[in-house]
């Protein structure tokens, strides 16, 4: 079951959910409204999974940044998210997706027990003009059923990310080149 916007603040209020900073104007019926951070990276030359992935790494500037299709670009929230009761659920919204900008198609679970500035791949249809700290898209929480089982408690790659990460697939792949 998804937390509406009240039961959201409630758990706030009552430490169950970390959101920091946290502003409850963000609150909408059924999910939170996070902001895009400060920089971005781009990700340049051909892809490979066994290999570390080269970004260009930059701030985005008060005046905008324009993304470019056939780019993918690394973001990352303006608010660390988390939770030791519930699962995360992180989205764009319809004002960005209505700009053409796709942004975390791939990944949207955050496990319980991961309070992070969520990684954000992004890419845009079009070329469109971004701002640091614009809304990006909304986060919901779900109640979780079994045994609680903390993802910083399992030892995962990811887990003591602070920022923009690049995929660490190579780590698994026989081969895999740092």
Not at 87 to 110: K, M
Not at 118 to 146: D, N, S
Request: aromatic content about 8%; hydrophobic content about 35%; glycine content about 12%.
């Amino acid at each position: 079951m998804i937390l509406t916007g009240p039961a959201i603040a409630a758990a706030h209020a009552s430490g169950e959910i970390t959101i920091d900073p946290y502003d409850p104007a963000r609150i909408s019926p059924n999910a939170y409204d996070w902001r895009l951070g400060q920089t971005l990276h781009a990700c340049k030359g051909h892809l490979d999974a066994a290999a570390r992935t080269t970004t260009t790494e930059g701030p985005i500037p008060a005046t905008g940044f324009v993304l470019r299709p056939g780019i993918l670009y690394l973001g990352v929230t303006h608010e660390r998210t988390g939770s030791e009761t519930y699962a995360q659920f992180l989205n764009g919204n319809r004002t960005t997706g209505a700009l053409g900008i796709w942004v975390h198609v791939s990944t949207p679970l955050g496990h319980q027990g991961h309070a992070i500035r969520w990684t954000l791949e992004i890419r845009a249809a079009r070329p469109v003009r971004i701002y640091p700290l614009m809304t990006f898209g909304k986060v919901t929480f779900l109640h979780t059923f079994g045994t609680p089982a903390s993802y910083q408690r399992h030892g995962l790659k990811y887990r003591a990310s602070q920022g923009i990460e690049t995929s660490r697939l190579y780590e698994e792949l026989p081969g895999g080149r740092p």
